[in-house]
């Protein structure tokens, strides 16, 4: 038969068990409880991921349009200007041919003499003729100097030189060229009665100019004008006379 063993009472160590504080429970440690954590905050970063995403996309869409914007802007600028730079050349600054005009021609000091026995009648004169350049351009054109050759029964009587100048925009110029009549040349073609009675004499002139026309410094153009003319002088009593008629004709080039 057992017998039982009385265990004495400790009364200090139950009084000093009821002293003491409560400890609190222990919290899951993610290291020991992964599955748990996981559960708890994947929701959250999915969330988080999927805004960046969201706000990732807007600011590509905004970059995305505004170089779009830019673009489209560059592109209809260069349009527009090449069109307005087109239709600027090809009305308002396209070059126009000037007008080269032989507007008279005047013989003075028409002077008549006894001559050798080739040519009994001697004629001295001197020829002064009015040309105008016109020119309708919105720039100036600048030319060279000039020459005007006079042509008589086919034999040169004289030639002309004018100086080099500068015709402003839309504008006429007028030059007088002025020369001696070669005697030897024309009184052959002259009789006393021609003198005293008068007589119609036809001389050519060709005259050419050379120039440029600078439009802004952008477009420049180089000219060359030639001009034929037949004119009609009546001569009579060694007097001044006047062309009486005048029929050119002039070449751009």
Same mark, same amino acid.
């Given at each position: 038969? !057992? @017998?039982? $063993? +009385? ?8 009084? =000093? ?5 409560t400890r609190p429970l222990a919290i899951a440690s993610p290291t ?92 001295? !004169? @001197?020829? $002064? +003729? ?8 919105? =720039? ?114």
């Amino acid at each position: 038969m !057992a @017998t039982a $063993t +009385a265990v004495p009472y400790n009364a200090a160590a139950a009084a =000093a068990g009821k002293d003491a504080p409560t400890r609190p429970l222990a919290i899951a440690s993610p290291t020991v409880h992964p599955a748990a954590t996981e559960d708890a905050t994947g929701t959250g970063d999915e969330e988080a991921v999927a805004t960046t995403r969201r706000w990732r996309s807007m600011q590509y869409l905004r970059k995305r349009r505004c170089v779009l914007w830019c673009c489209g802007c560059c592109a209809t600028s260069v349009v527009l200007l090449g069109i307005t730079i087109l239709v600027l050349a090809l009305t308002v600054f396209k070059v126009h041919d000037p007008v080269l005009t032989m507007n008279r021609v005047t013989l003075e000091g028409v002077d008549g003499g006894l001559g050798t026995a080739a040519n009994p009648v001697s004629v001295n !004169a @001197t020829l $002064t +003729a009015d040309i105008s350049i016109k020119n309708p351009n919105v =720039a100036s054109f600048a030319f060279d100097r000039s020459e005007t050759d006079f042509y008589y029964g086919g034999e040169t009587v004289g030639v002309a030189y004018a100086p080099q100048g500068e015709v402003g925009a839309d504008r006429t110029v007028s030059m007088n060229v002025t020369l001696d009549v070669l005697a030897d040349r024309i009184s052959p073609n002259v009789s006393t009665t021609a003198l005293i009675f008068g007589q119609e004499y036809n001389i050519t002139s060709y005259t050419e100019i050379t120039g440029r026309v600078d439009v802004l410094g952008i477009y420049k153009r180089d000219l060359d004008i030639k001009m034929n003319c037949t004119i009609m002088l009546e001569v009579g009593a060694l007097s001044s006379v006047q062309s009486k008629a005048t029929d050119c004709v002039a070449n751009v080039s």
